[in-house]
């Protein structure tokens, strides 16, 4: 069902010195009762965010012929993504930290690297699988935000929730399209993705309202939380 499509560029991305890389296990905990936990919150969102600038741009560039409306979506993304990132930035310096201060990881530049062969895949899983767990992470961030009396921050994640639905809600679109493009099921697909790439399952709690906005399913949503992980 995969299909190799020859990609150029080079997957690799324009990144600072710092912060520094480590595998996902050893980030350190963030306790947002602290200040430096709620730096450390902020800090890893706005790594997200420079991820996914950087994500959006090379969805642009790696993938040829693909429609010209695929294109002119992506770079949309990767400006949006850049006002999330400049956003963010400027709340974490208002905590005293800027972006590097603290160690972050690569999971979703992982997944890039494993899905450079294909559009379909990467549509699948980056923004339909790893971008869309950040709409079920961020109401909960921002409930403990609105705990520790943090509002600033809890209001900037309403504008990244929002900016979000309408990213996942693309990688969906797509997805589908090439799925129906290639004669294959969306829904089945998707599963046979997260099994052959080793993919970790969309985890619960889901954001499901944000999630169907995206273009998720309801049967869809339901047949994802009641399979065994």
């Known amino acids: 069902m995969l299909i190799d499509i020859p990609c150029s560029p080079q997957l690799d991305c324009g990144r600072p010195e710092t912060p520094e890389l480590i595998a996902p296990g050893k980030v350190q905990q963030r306790n947002p009762q602290t200040l430096e936990g709620r730096a450390r919150l902020l800090h890893a969102i706005v790594h ?3 991820s996914a600038i950087n994500l959006a741009l090379d969805h642009a560039a790696r993938f040829p012929g693909m429609p010209r409306q695929y294109y002119a979506d992506w770079i949309g993304v990767a400006a949006e993504e850049a006002y999330h990132f400049r ?4 709340r974490l310096q208002a905590l005293g930290h800027d972006y590097g201060d603290f160690p972050a990881h690569a999971g979703l530049w992982e997944m890039a690297e494993k899905t450079a062969g294909d559009v379909l895949a990467r549509m ?8 869309a767990r950040g709409l079920d992470a961020t109401p909960p961030i921002q409930r403990k935000l609105e705990q520790v009396g943090d509002h600033e921050s809890a209001r900037l994640l309403d504008i990244i929730l929002r900016d979000e639905i309408g990213h996942v809600g693309l990688g969906d679109q797509w997805f589908r399209q090439l799925c129906s493009e ?3 099921l969306a829904e089945t697909t998707f599963i046979q993705l ?5 993919a970790p399952w969309p985890s619960s709690p ?6 169907l906005a995206a273009g998720f399913t309801a049967e869809e949503l339901a047949n994802l939380q009641s399979r065994p992980r």
């Open 124 to 131: 699948a899983l980056v923004p339909r699988l790893l971008e």
């Open 194 to 198: 997260l099994n052959d790439y080793k």
């Open 206 to 211: 889901m954001n499901e309202s944000a999630r």
């Open 48 to 50: 997200i965010e420079f």
């Open 182 to 184: 290639r004669g294959v």
């Open 87 to 90: 956003i963010l930035r400027e």
